[in-house]
């Protein structure tokens, strides 16, 4: 077994209860992501 340091994980920007479950579980907040798609069909 590997000894690791940290975990992470993530959630919806506006899931708030999720964002307020993971501080209280000690989790800090690291950024924030907007994805972006594009389709390729002609």
């Known amino acids: 077994m ?3 340091t ?3 994980s993530d959630t919806e920007l506006e899931n708030a209860q999720s964002q307020a ?3 209280a579980l000690g989790y ?3 950024e924030r992501l ?3 798609r594009k389709s390729l069909r002609v």
Request: hydrophobic share 45%; no cysteine; proline share 0%.
């Open 6 to 8: 940290e975990i992470a």
């Open 34 to 36: 907007v994805t972006y």
């Open 2 to 4: 590997r000894n690791f």
């Open 21 to 23: 479950v993971h501080a």
């Open 28 to 30: 800090e907040e690291v």
